[in-house]
C-alpha cells in the first residue's frame, strides 16, 4: 500500500496508545512504534489506496472532513489472519458512513482503493502489533485490557505515505 487516508488521535489518547506500544514492545511484542519506518503515529485508517495521485486525493478528500471532532472509543481487541493484531472501535454509524463517503470520493480521482477497504468489508482497528505470533497473544491481551476502554477523539484527517510514514495533512483540524 502507498497511500492511506487517516484520521489521527487526540493528544491524549494518542500518548495513551503510545505508552501501550511502549509496554508490548518491553515485553518483546513488536508494534507500530518499531515497524518499517519507525514514524507510525496512532491512527484509524479509512482508505489505502494502490494508485493515486496526491492533490487530486488531497482535494477530494478535504470535501468530507467532518465539521465537528469524532468521538470513538476503543472497546477490544480484534486480529486479523494475518497476524495483525488491532483495538478494536464501537463502529458508529457516523463512523462507518465517513468510510464510504471517504471510498467513494478517492475512487473519482482515480486512485485504485485496496479491496479490504470497500465500503462493507472495511474493518475498523487501530493496530498495535502488525506481525503477532500466537504465543504473544496472551501478553498482548493483559495489556490491552488493563488501559481499554479508551474513549479517544479523531480530531484530524491526513494523508500517509505508508512506505515512508510522511503525513500529508489534509486540512489542520476537524471543525
Known amino acids: 500500500m502507498a497511500l492511506s487516508v487517516c484520521l489521527l488521535l487526540d493528544d491524549r489518547s494518542d500518548r495513551a496508545v503510545r505508552r501501550l506500544w511502549e509496554r508490548l514492545e518491553q515485553d518483546g511484542v513488536g508494534t507500530l512504534l518499531t515497524h518499517t519506518h519507525g514514524r507510525h503515529r496512532p491512527h484509524l485508517t479509512l482508505a489505502s489506496l494502490l494508485s493515486y495521485e496526491l492533490e487530486p486525493v488531497r482535494a477530494s478528500v478535504s470535501d468530507l472532513v467532518t465539521r465537528q471532532p469524532m468521538a470513538l472509543r476503543l472497546e477490544g481487541l480484534g486480529m486479523f489472519r494475518r497476524s495483525r493484531c488491532w483495538l478494536a472501535p464501537v463502529a458508529s454509524e457516523r ?49 490491552a485490557f488493563e488501559v481499554l476502554p479508551i474513549d479517544a477523539t479523531l480530531e484530524r484527517t491526513v494523508l500517509i505515505d505508508t512506505s515512508t510514514g510522511a503525513v500529508h495533512p489534509v486540512r489542520p483540524a476537524l471543525r
Not at 463517503?101 to 465500503?119: F, K
Request: hydrophobic share 35%; with cysteine; glycine share 6%.
Open 95 to 143: 463512523l462507518l458512513g465517513l468510510q464510504c463517503e471517504t471510498a467513494e470520493a478517492v475512487r473519482r480521482t482515480g486512485a485504485m482503493l485496496h479491496r479490504n477497504y470497500e465500503p462493507g468489508t472495511w474493518t475498523p482497528h487501530l493496530t498495535l502489533a502488525p506481525r503477532l505470533h500466537l504465543d504473544q497473544l496472551p501478553t498482548v491481551a493483559r495489556h
